[in-house]
Structure formats: C-alpha cells, structure tokens
C-alpha cells in the first residue's frame, strides 16, 4: 500500500446493517447479494465477481453472520472452518482489531465479532489483491447508520 488512496476505489454499500465503504479497483463489476441460513446461523453476502475466459470468477465476498452461536472469536472461527469446509487448524491467523472489535486476519481472509452474535467475514481472491487490500476492505466494513436499508430492502448495492 502506497498510502496514496485507490482513486479507482468504490463504495460497496449496506448489508445487513453494516456499509462497505471501500472495495477496491480491480475488483469485478458484477454484484450479487444473497442471504441464506447454515447451522442457526443467518448469512448475508456480497459477492463482486468478474467475467472470465471459461466463466466468472469471484473477487471479493463479504459475509454478516448472526446467530447465537457466535458469542466468541473463538467460536466464529471455529463456525468459519465448518462453513469454508477447511480444518479449524488451517490457516495463518493473525489478530488484529477492528476498531474495538477483535478479530483474525490471514493471506485472504479478515474476520471480526462485532458483537456477541453479530460477526463480519471478508474473503477476497489474493492472485488478484494484496493483504493490504484486505486490511483495507475489512476496516471499511462499519456499522451502518440507523435507518439503512437491509439487503432485502435494497434494489441492489450501491456501485459507482
């Protein structure tokens, strides 16, 4: 990160009670929202993805989990592993804090509990992103202001 700010950087709109203030250029124009529920726990996405040669191929997801069982970091990773299908013991985390929320970051993956069962996860393709990038998408990613839209409010995201 060059600290000279992305002029190419777009905001990414409310979900689900949080805005996503920052994705950056190079990320896929195509935008789709979706909500589903796994394991008591409600999933709402973004997801910015790009056409490719043999199809599309996903950029950048953001996830707002809520459910009772998220009450720790702890035990959002340990819901993240059997979500992503990988081992609780794979992968590279370290902490870092969001704001005053606690959270793990990894080559591809930011995660924070913004409260007791209220939880953010940002995944991102890292052949097209950098680890700054990411650090820089999941700071973004706050509390939206009273009154937002949910995503099923919203005719879509807001893209410019």
């Given at each position: 990160m060059t600290g000279v700010p992305d002029q190419a950087a777009r905001d990414g709109g409310d979900l689900d009670g949080f805005r996503i203030s920052f994705v950056p250029s190079g990320?896929?124009?195509?935008?789709s929202d979706f909500t589903s529920e796994w394991e008591d726990v409600t999933?709402?996405?973004?997801?910015?993805?790009?056409?490719?040669?043999?199809?599309?191929r996903v950029d950048l997801r953001v996830h707002v989990?809520?459910?009772?069982?998220?009450?720790t970091l702890a035990e959002l990773r340990d819901f993240l592993a059997e979500y992503h299908e990988r081992d609780p013991a794979d992968g590279a985390f370290t902490e870092f804090q969001h704001g005053e929320d606690?959270?793990?970051i990894g080559a591809a993956e930011a995660f924070w509990l913004a409260a007791p069962g209220v939880a953010v996860d940002v995944l991102f393709d890292p052949e097209r992103?950098?680890?700054?990038?990411?650090?820089?998408?999941?700071?973004?990613?706050?509390?939206?202001?009273?009154?937002?839209?949910?995503?099923?409010?919203?005719?879509g995201p807001l893209v410019q």
């Open positions: 990320v896929g124009d195509l935008v999933v709402s996405t973004r997801v910015w993805e790009r056409q490719v040669e043999d199809g599309h989990l809520r459910g009772e069982r998220l009450a606690p959270g793990l992103l950098t680890v700054d990038n990411l650090r820089s998408i999941a700071l973004g990613v706050t509390a939206a202001a009273a009154g937002s839209a949910s995503p099923s409010d919203s005719e």
